[in-house]
């Protein structure tokens, strides 16, 4: 793959703030729903962050804050050092997005899209605009169906697209809510690969996404939301660190073993033969040795670090229903 | 930038589509004129039956044809549906963090809309018609005298583009309906809702006292120019007032679309 995308180092207004974004007290209401409370992101430069939180919780919300979409009710954001929407001319170019989903225009072809959307700003950079479309093209491997009406691509095709629009230029942060939506099993591993690189060249990457095992897979750094709150922010290691290990066992007698957990006063969790607990001051030594006692059959028995999903349950609640 | 916005417009079907068919409209008129007879004597349009005698009146023809509705409409479509298409798409939102600037986009959004409305006028394939079917020759004014070809041309061009001017006040209308909302058929309706409301009060004479000022007011003006001696009032007030439509609306486009929350 040659570098005309990839080296945001080289672009001649390269800023060096240390926080890629920054956002302090960031709030916005819809009507009397406060759907952005009072928000403190901070996303180190370099970093791969991930930007977790249920259905409804805020975080496209906040996205279409960071880029200037929406007018916040109180607060500041920065972006690359430079105040939104104030230096928007200058720190947008340096950014490529992707929020909420693509959106093209159905009548023209994939290509004739990205020309028009890098056609539409300030600074054209007209002479190598068609070498940068077809490395876009290939990069997220549209290459061939890049003459085809975007009304004609398939839910991943037009989500490839989007991508490439948020790659055209050289960038210095990625901002991508939820970018494998869509996708085949090739696809979200080319992007994760894709993301992998673009990190490693320096590229700041704001991902925002449902898929945790990805994001477990990706991410140095993690924010979680939940109803407009940041709940947890921080490196991955010191998030999952902050909570506490769980206890795992499989066994053929499901209940009888849920029954000694219980007695022993943990809190379970079952899927098909698979009981989960987070173990907190019970030491697990007595609890495998009721367990034997009892007569349970065990299959598997270990303590581990909690999983992403584990984590994220605990920090954001087991409820299924949307918060508002 | 708003070589990029043109070639957008253009390239989609519904405006090629509607381009054909205010085409269509002249060399229909011409054709039906040439074989079903014309109307002698003159109880149509008045410019109707010139174009039995000079086919470069097919172009006006086809005008005043199409100026009570068909160019309203075509321009409340195209106007409509500058900034609510754009948000009913989801593009604006990847043209503002392009970042296209929102007020440099509404700029190019206008300046489209202009060269819209004058290429509907324009209107060329009714002068090629109108040229093939018709003895071409010196042009009879409104007055009653004949001009030579060359400057009767002119003059028909001219008043093709005043027409075409007419159109900017009812273009800037659409606009800034299209700044307030995200679906495009609202915009596109709601643009047409007012120009029937416009027709409706230049209807009664109640509303006397506001004539002067709506939008339809002196749209004849052009008529003028085929005068023997062109009379210039009408046209200057016209373009005066198309102005002023231009200027208030497109201040409230631009103040309502440069702070205004991108949800879609
Ligand atoms: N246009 C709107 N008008 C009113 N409320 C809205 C609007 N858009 C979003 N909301 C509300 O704002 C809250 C946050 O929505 P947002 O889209 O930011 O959530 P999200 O975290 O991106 O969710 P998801 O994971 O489903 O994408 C929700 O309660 C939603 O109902
Ligand atoms: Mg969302």
């Known amino acids: 793959m040659t570098t005309l995308l990839t080296r945001p180092s080289e672009s001649p207004t390269a800023t060096g703030a240390d926080q890629a974004i920054e956002t302090s007290g960031l709030t916005k209401f819809f009507g009397k729903q406060k759907v952005v409370d009072e928000l403190a992101l901070s996303v180190p430069t370099g970093s791969v962050f991930g930007f977790l939180g249920p259905n409804g919780s805020g975080k496209t919300t906040t996205i279409r804050m960071l880029l200037g979409l929406l007018t916040p009710d109180a607060g500041d954001v920065r972006l690359l050092g430079q105040p939104i929407p104030a230096a928007s001319d200058e720190a947008l170019p340096l950014i490529g997005a992707l929020i909420d989903g693509p959106a093209c225009y159905p009548w023209l072809s994939g290509r004739q899209n990205l020309w028009r959307f890098d056609a539409s700003g300030p600074d054209s950079q007209r002479s190598t605009r068609k070498a940068r479309i077809e490395e876009a093209l290939g990069r997220v491997g549209l290459t061939a169906a890049g003459d085809k009406r975007f009304k004609a691509y398939s839910l991943g095709m037009r989500q490839r697209l989007g991508l490439a629009n948020a790659l055209l230029r050289p960038r210095q942060l990625l901002i991508l809510d939820e970018p494998t939506n869509g996708m085949d099993p090739q696809g979200t591993r080319e992007i994760r690969h894709l993301i992998r690189e673009l990190a490693a060249d320096g590229t700041t990457v704001f991902l925002s996404s449902h898929l945790l095992a990805e994001i477990e897979q990706v991410c140095t750094h993690l924010a979680v939301m939940s109803a407009g709150r940041l709940v947890a922010q921080g490196s991955l290691n010191e998030l999952q660190a902050a909570t506490s290990p769980v206890l795992r066992v499989d066994t053929d007698d499901v209940q009888a073993a849920e029954a000694i957990l219980f007695a022993s006063g943990l809190k379970t969790t079952t899927e098909a033969s698979q009981i989960t607990a987070v173990i907190g001051d019970v030491r697990p030594e007595d609890v495998c040795r009721r367990l034997v006692e009892g007569g349970v059959g065990v299959r598997r028995f270990v303590v581990e670090r909690p999983s992403l999903e584990d984590t994220f349950v605990a920090l954001t609640g087991e409820g299924f229903d949307v918060a508002q | ?264």
């Open chain 2, 1 to 264: 930038m708003w070589r990029n916005e043109l070639s957008t417009l253009f390239r989609r079907r519904r405006t090629q589509a509607i381009l054909l068919t205010l085409m269509l409209v002249p060399i229909a008129i011409t054709l039906v004129v040439r074989f079903a007879g014309g109307p002698e004597g003159g109880d149509g349009p008045s410019f109707l039956s010139q174009v039995t005698n000079n086919g470069v009146f097919a172009v006006l023809a086809g005008l005043t044809v199409t100026l009570p509705f068909f160019l309203p409409m075509a321009v409340a479509v195209v106007a409509g549906d500058t900034i609510s298409g754009e948000a009913g798409l989801g593009t604006l939102r990847y043209l503002l963090t392009r970042p296209a600037g929102r007020g440099r986009l509404l700029a190019s959004k206008g300046a489209t809309v202009v060269v819209f409305c004058l290429a509907a006028t324009a209107a060329v394939a009714g002068l090629v018609a109108g040229v093939i079917l018709f003895p071409v020759g010196r042009i009879t004014t409104l007055s009653g005298d004949s001009l030579p070809l060359v400057s009767g041309m002119l003059r028909i061009s001219l008043a093709a583009f005043l027409i075409g001017v007419s159109l900017l006040g009812l273009a800037a209308i659409g606009v800034f309906i299209s700044t307030i909302t995200d679906v495009p058929v609202g915009a596109m309706a709601g643009t047409l809702a007012v120009f029937i409301l416009i027709g409706v009060l230049d209807a009664l004479p109640q509303t006397a006292a506001i004539h002067p000022w709506l939008l339809t007011n002196h749209w004849l003006s052009y008529s003028d120019l085929l005068r023997t001696h062109i009379q210039w009032g009408g046209v200057v007030r016209n373009i005066g007032l198309q102005g002023v439509y231009v200027l208030v609306f497109g201040a409230a486009a631009w103040a309502r679309f440069t702070s205004k929350d991108i949800l879609a």
